[in-house]
């Protein structure tokens, strides 16, 4: 499937979210403490941004009920 250019630019703002997000928080230690503190609106947001079915389950698994 070929993508748009606005797809595409949305798809590299994306990546670049969860690119920020990995060098803030490097080890999955760091990612974990760092989403225990974050609200559901953020987690949601990477939830979002994430390209790929585990890192949405990894990123869900924090979100407060």
């Known amino acids: 499937m070929e993508l ?8 590299e703002e994306r990546m670049a ?8 928080y490097p080890t999955k230690e760091e990612k ?3 989403l225990k503190s ?3 609106s953020d987690i949601n947001f990477l939830i ?3 390209d790929n079915i585990h890192g949405k ?3 869900a698994k924090y979100l407060k009920k």
């Open 17 to 24: 979210i969860i690119k920020t997000f990995q060098t803030l």
């Open 48 to 50: 979002y941004c994430m």
């Open 32 to 34: 974990i403490n760092a």
């Open 57 to 59: 389950i990894f990123y």
């Open 4 to 11: 748009s250019k606005l797809q595409e630019n949305t798809m």
């Open 38 to 40: 974050m609200s559901n």
